[in-house]
């Protein structure tokens, strides 16, 4: 047993009080022991424990006043009744209160420990379910949060919504293509959590990442001894997502030996272990992603056709953000809002020739690379405004970075250059008054001073 798990006993008996404990502590426990009702619940007004065992008949509070007490304000702590009175209707209304177990004294203390680790097993086993529990809902929220990544105004993703919405219901197998950064995983995962499968695992193998070998075991696990290394049996991701979902990530990196494996498991649902003669039977869905051009492949066979159709039973094209720049406003504006939460600071402004100049880019990167220059632009800048000349320095139309003389400086340097420049320009604006200045530049004017003092421009 785990001495993470704390008990409380309650036992006005001395003698037996002690056995209880003594046998409770030799198994591993932390035991808190007590000789009345009152100073129990005192004690758990400020310390939770895993199980309270409390006698029946004590004074001045019965052990059913300890049970109904601890119910109602620690409604996730066990509660086993003992009792020298054992009745059935004592048993069945200690239940009733939500007694977990009823014991009749005397008893050996194998049996105590018998008892108390099925009721242990019982705790150990709810805060699996709450902890799953917890990750999908905190999966859920994560995709709720992004849904604004993937779902915007513009008409190709109303159709990719409607399409999700029709096809996550299905267990067909979803092949995903689009350029990398369009947000192939975030599909996946809205397809999994909004399927009868949500509440079941979704499993991701990145299949371009690992060579054949360390992909045949991963997916399909390996039995001990099967290779050097293999110091015990490992279950593969397909075993893993039993019941759920596969998502095979850049499944056109996979090599031709693997698309054959890849193609009995997708028409017969088993496989074996590398290394094992078991046949293993799985009910998985599987979604594929890939930025290759599959149906090129296919025709220079390079991808394996009957494979190619296997996955492609349902198949989503994401477009790439250049084709969808009526939402790139909604997409900035989500980042600057996601940003400013993580730091508790007010979310910065894109003013409209910043933006223009975000819509004029082609956004090769995609939605990662929109994230990932709105972080670089919250990070850098100065005021509560994004400066269009800031944007300037790492967009333009034509996709090639505007020439302001800070390129081949080190980025500190480059960033104070930068800095000092906008501040100079703010006191310009402002005729050298420092208060509206700073105002200008969205900081405090004691910040002022210290950058002046900085660069030397008081």
């Known amino acids: 047993m785990s001495v993470r798990h704390e008990i409380a006993v ?72 003992v009792s020298a009175f054992g009745t059935v209707e004592a048993a069945v209304e200690a239940m009733r209160f939500g007694a977990v177990d009823f014991m009749t004294k005397p008893f050996p203390s194998e049996e105590l420990r018998i008892r108390v680790g099925k009721v242990i097993e019982k705790i150990q086993r709810d805060q699996t379910v709450a902890r799953l529990t917890e990750e999908n809902l905190l999966l859920q929220d994560e995709l709720a949060s992004h849904y604004q990544e993937m779902i915007g105004a513009s008409e190709s993703m109303q ?47 990145n299949c371009g990442a690992l060579n054949d070998g360390l992909l045949e075991s991963e997916l399909f696990g390996h039995e001990k001894g099967a290779f050097t290394g293999a110091i015990k049996r490992k279950k593969g991701r397909f075993e893993l997502a039993d019941g759920g979902t596969l998502f095979l990530d850049e499944i056109g990196d996979v090599s031709t030996a693997m698309q054959v494996k890849l193609l009995r498991v997708l028409q017969e649902k088993e496989f074996e272990r590398v290394g094992g003669e078991e046949t293993i039977s799985v009910d998985v869905r599987i979604i594929a992603a890939t930025h290759r051009p599959l149906s090129r492949w296919v025709a220079e066979e390079k991808f394996r056709e009957d494979l190619y159709y296997r996955l492609r039973v349902i198949p989503i094209h994401l477009p790439p953000l250049r084709e969808r720049k009526k939402d790139l406003p909604a997409l900035a504006d989500h980042f600057l809002k996601k940003l400013s939460a993580s730091k508790g600071d007010p979310p910065k402004i894109i003013p409209p020739a910043g933006m223009e100049l975000l819509m004029n880019y082609s956004w090769p990167g995609n939605i990662r690379e929109l994230e990932n220059l709105i972080e670089r632009l919250c990070v850098i800048s100065t005021g509560k405004e994004i400066d269009p ?49 700073a105002k200008l530049l969205g900081i405090r004017t004691s910040t002022l001073y210290y950058k002046m003092e900085k660069f030397g421009l008081l």
């Open 10 to 81: 309650i036992e006005d008996n001395a003698v037996m009080r002690l056995g209880m404990t003594e046998s409770l502590r030799r198994e591993g426990f932390r035991v808190h022991e007590f000789s009345d009702g009152p100073a129990a619940l005192e004690f758990l007004k400020n310390q939770s424990v895993h199980l309270v065992i409390t006698d029946l008949k004590m004074e001045p509070v019965s052990g059913m006043e300890v049970l109904q007490t601890i119910k109602s304000t620690h409604p996730a702590t066990e509660v086993m009744v």
């Open 159 to 205: 159709n990719l919504s409607a399409l999700i919405r029709r096809v996550a219901a299905e267990n067909s197998s979803v092949l995903i293509e689009g350029e990398s950064g369009t947000g192939k995983e975030l599909v996946a995962r809205a397809l999994h959590y909004n399927s009868p499968r949500k509440d079941r695992p979704f499993i991701k193998v």
């Open 389 to 437: 000349q800031l944007i300037a320095q790492h967009v333009s139309g034509s996709n090639k970075p505007i020439h302001t003389g800070l390129e081949n400086l080190p980025l500190e340097e480059a960033v104070e250059t930068f800095e000092k420049n906008l501040i100079l320009q703010a006191l310009k604006k402002t005729n050298n008054i420092k208060n509206q200045a």
